[in-house]
């Protein structure tokens, strides 16, 4: 390209070089201007058709984040060229078959939803679909629910869990008094990022009890109990991720009144429902067991894994308030909320889930599959459970058994996790969460055979 | 409901033992005292509530907040039952009919996308490939040295909102000194998000209510006079709420005052195609900016020219002076949506990638392009028409015809705004912005009827 040229593709570049020069303490002088000059070339700034205005960039101080460790699995796993590698990173269901699954209820509602010319795309109102809310809340609280009667409820469609967790962060940190957040040690490797970029502090309450693979349920209570009146508690609604750990009914109880005698204030984390158990009722016990006393929570419900959504983004916030007239008054001030974050939610996701929750037979076949997929979950873990006792790899594996959901807490350490991806191909995060999800019965071989060798060799 | 309280607090006894439930009014007395609750003045009070146990909620304190001045117009539309009400509030299209227009396209697409039978998977944080692709070489040209040489960092976004407030959260987090400099007037939810984002901001002038056109010389000496480094919000085309585009030569001496105070040009382009028609002509301001080697960014929103409103589906465009830059910058991008929402929503974004990817659909997507840009400036011929034979007072009405893209800035203020309402039952913003998307040949002469009474008639 000749100068001329260069010169009109960059404007004026006597005085942006002269900046420049000036910038990195070169001489420069006009005359001397020549854009191919040749002499003393390391100091004769000589402009680049893709030099910034300033010669350098603005975003010069920004680093390369890291991956994403949950996500940066999946990101590993596609690089690696192995014939048997495993991926037990995200939380994402597979078939026997290792394939992703779209439920023959959605696929449904989906063609549904195409064939009717009714069927606009609108921006939907700041709080989302009416329907999808109103049956998201019953999904969730029961539909005789006393608080949904009593119109205490506020619902909020949202993107997803995520979404629903970091509006109601943001909530808090604007209208609730106590900005402290506790949450489960271990817990999602997102939620504290979610609080802090909400406003919240984030601090944590003893949950996994790694001598016994089980709930430290002593120290879970005396933690709470020490915090501070008015400070919210992140809960996992059923199936913990990611230790599979939760309390029994009786723990539940101890912890809602505990957490009522302090005046704390409860925030359910649902992602699971009806995936852990394969029934949604039970699996939403623990919910409904706060709002039966009266009092009041949050609720972030994911369609996520229940509903095969994932990549739709379809959940719900709900605020469940003191009395009605709160409920208004909140839900205004969570539109605030929403609307700088992205105006309003969108319609795909929620438009099948409404199709489907209000259709009495589609209800039906949604819940035949959900239970299908939450016992592929249960056969693996006792797959998994039983071929390490075949080998007679050394440790008590029943907690794999025992722990509940899409994930297990295997006991892994770091350096064991690291061997078993090196040698076997197998994908987790580093934590020793691995989905069993991922697993089929011709991988669990596999599997146990990596655990194996990882559990002798490393210690 | 605070007299009823009052009442249940004097009624209550000593003698009653109730353990203390969560947010009972006796905790509250010693810890808040922000409230200015009634039942608390008054030393005699105290001791009287002192042993009650009334079940107060901890939102109490809540207030109602005010409704969306923009979507909170089409919800006052939805209560009229007047006949003649006419809704020119959100910027959404509608047919000569007047009724919401999915694009031939984007069914043909969903059609598709149907029979294919594609997953749900989650999407990567930085949203489909395919679509960042497509909507980057649709903003730059696919010829473009910046695409060409791997210098945009391209991330999908929810819509053009969620794409604004990811770059706002960037700039907070990287630019924390740094100041947003945005049109006088210019869309209300702007001042929002970057409060939400904490970014502060301060206003150049843009709107000249003597001549209802653009004050050239307030905005470049507003923009001169800002602090050297500062983020200048430009719509690239059809300016919202104004109608009213700097001329190619006016855009030149902005880039040259932008340049000369090393500010960074940050682009909301919510309607490519959709001002002039053109996909290209529309992208003009953009790519001028980039020619001239300025590292920038924008936000695109594909709800209006693709009709995918309530879909949510838009970009985060940066553009950077080296593709390390480009790459670094994306990764950050990231570790912001990532918190927020995860992933974005995958079913706007198929849609897009197979509209623009394919040769026959994009094609006939412009045709339908051209369709909708077209009946909305025969439409502002009507009115022009209409206003100057129906106004005997010589005013001078061309403003419409000068004026483009969806909107029509009338130089009504919120009192004649008000009037429209009350009198005419024509719903419109307060600023006197009038949405033309909305409005059907057949209505002109009535809406002419209704400025011109308000605008003479009323002070």
């Known amino acids: 390209m000749g100068d001329a040229n260069l010169r009109a593709e960059l404007g004026s570049p006597g005085r942006r070089l002269g900046t420049l020069a000036r910038h990195l303490g070169v001489d420069y002088s006009p005359a001397s201007s020549s854009l191919m000059a040749s002499h003393n070339a390391s100091e004769i700034v000589t402009p680049s058709p893709t030099a910034g205005s300033y010669g350098g960039s603005v975003f010069t101080n920004v680093v390369q984040a890291p991956e994403d460790p949950i996500l940066g699995v999946t990101v590993a796993y596609n690089k690696d060229p192995s014939p048997v590698k495993v991926n037990l990173g995200v939380g994402a269901y597979r078939t026997e078959e290792g394939k992703p699954l779209v439920l023959n209820v959605v696929r449904r509602a989906e063609q549904l939803l195409v064939n009717d010319p009714s069927h606009v795309k609108e921006y939907l109102p700041i709080t989302g679909l009416a329907d999808f809310n109103k049956l998201s809340a019953k999904l969730i609280f029961g539909a005789d629910s006393p608080a949904i009667q009593e119109n205490r409820v506020t619902t909020v469609q949202c993107l997803s869990g995520t979404g629903s967790l970091r509006v109601g962060g943001e909530f808090l940190a604007r209208h609730h008094h106590e900005h402290t957040i506790y949450i489960p040690q271990p817990t999602w490797g997102n939620h504290p990022k979610v609080f802090t970029l909400a406003g919240l502090s984030v601090k944590t309450y003893h949950y996994y009890d790694p001598t016994t693979r089980g709930l430290n349920f002593k120290s879970l209570l005396e933690d709470l109990s020490k915090a501070p009146r008015g400070a919210i508690v992140l809960l996992h609604a059923c199936a913990h991720n990611p230790t599979g750990v939760d309390p029994t009914l009786d723990q539940w109880e101890q912890i809602r009144l505990l957490i009522r005698s302090k005046g704390l204030l409860p925030f359910f984390d649902s992602a699971y429902q009806g995936f852990a158990s394969g029934n949604l009722e039970a699996d939403a016990q623990s919910i409904r067991m706060f709002v039966a006393d009266g009092g009041e929570c949050l609720t972030a419900q994911s369609y996520a894994k229940n509903m095969g959504l994932y990549g739709e983004r379809v959940g719900a916030l709900s605020i469940v308030c003191k009395s009605a007239d709160v409920a208004v008054r909140v839900e205004s001030q969570l539109k605030l909320v929403i609307r700088p974050m992205y105006s309003n939610p969108p319609i795909h996701g929620a438009s099948i889930v409404a199709t489907i929750l209000k259709d009495r037979e589609m209800y039906h076949e949604w819940t035949v599959e959900l239970k299908a997929m939450a016992d592929r979950i249960i056969r693996m873990r006792q797959q998994l459970f039983d071929a390490l006792r075949t080998r007679g790899t050394p440790g008590d594996w029943s907690h794999i058994i025992k722990q509940i959901g899409m994930f297990t807490f295997t006991g892994l350490n770091r350096e064991q996790v690291t061997f078993m991806t090196k040698e076997y191909h197998i994908y987790m995060t580093s934590d020793g969460r691995i989905s069993m999800a991922g697993l089929s019965s011709k991988t669990v071989p596999h599997l146990a055979d990596a655990i194996h060798a990882a559990v002798t060799r490393i210690k | ?459």
């Open chain 2, 1 to 459: 409901m605070a007299s009823a309280l009052a009442s249940v607090a004097l009624s209550t006894t000593f003698a009653r033992a109730v353990p203390l439930p969560e947010n009972s009014m006796v905790q509250r007395i010693g810890a808040e005292k922000k409230h200015d609750n009634p039942l608390f003045k008054g030393k005699a009070f105290r001791r009287v509530s002192m042993a009650v146990s009334v079940n107060v909620s901890r939102f109490e304190g809540v207030t109602m907040a005010p409704p969306d001045p923009i979507l909170g117009v089409s919800e006052a539309f939805r209560a009229d039952t007047n006949d003649l009400k006419l809704n020119l509030g959100v910027g959404a299209y509608r047919t000569e009919e007047l009724q919401p227009y999915v694009l031939n396209v984007v069914k043909k697409a969903e059609k598709l996308m149907l029979e294919r039978g594609e997953n749900k998977e989650y999407l990567p944080i930085e949203g489909l490939a395919a679509f960042n692709k497509v909507t980057a070489e649709l903003l730059f040209g696919a010829d473009n040295s910046v695409i060409q040489e791997g210098r945009v960092a391209t991330i999908q976004g929810l819509s053009g909102t969620g794409s604004l407030r990811l770059a706002a959260a960037f700039i907070h987090r990287y630019f924390p000194d740094a100041k947003a400099l945005i049109s006088s007037p210019t869309w209300g939810n702007h001042k929002n998000i970057f409060n939400d984002a904490r970014v502060p901001w301060s206003e150049y002038r843009y709107y000249d209510p003597r001549t209802v056109g653009l004050d050239f010389d307030g905005m470049v000496a507003d923009i001169k006079a800002a602090p050297d480094g500062s983020f200048v919000l430009l719509h690239g085309c059809a300016h919202n709420p104004t109608g009213i585009d700097p001329t190619p030569e006016q855009w030149e001496k902005i880039a040259d005052v932008i340049q000369e105070k090393n500010h960074i040009p940050f682009f909301d382009v919510a309607y490519q195609g959709f001002a002039s028609g053109s996909l290209d002509a529309d992208a003009y301001s953009v790519r001028l900016f980039v020619r001239r080697g300025f590292e920038l960014l924008v936000a695109q929103s594909y709800s209006k020219n693709l009709g995918l409103y309530a879909e949510r589906i838009g970009a985060i465009n940066v553009v950077c002076s080296s593709s390390d830059a480009g790459t670094r910058v994306k990764s950050q991008l990231k570790r912001l949506a990532r918190p927020m929402y995860s992933n974005p929503p995958v079913h706007g974004a198929r849609i897009v990638a197979n509209v623009v990817g394919d040769p026959n659909l994009f094609n006939e997507w412009k045709q339908e392009m051209e369709l909708m840009a077209g009946r909305i400036k025969n439409v502002r011929q009507r009115l022009y028409e209409n206003l100057s034979e129906k106004d005997k007072s010589g005013k001078d009405w061309s403003f419409v015809l000068k004026q483009i893209g969806m909107f029509s800035y009338t130089g009504l203020h919120k009192a004649q705004s008000d009037h429209m309402t009350d009198k005419w039952h024509i719903y419109m913003t307060k600023d006197g912005r009038i949405s033309l998307a909305g409005l059907s040949l057949s209505k002109c002469e009535y809406l002419a009827d209704a400025i011109i009474d308000s605008f003479h008639n009323v002070d």
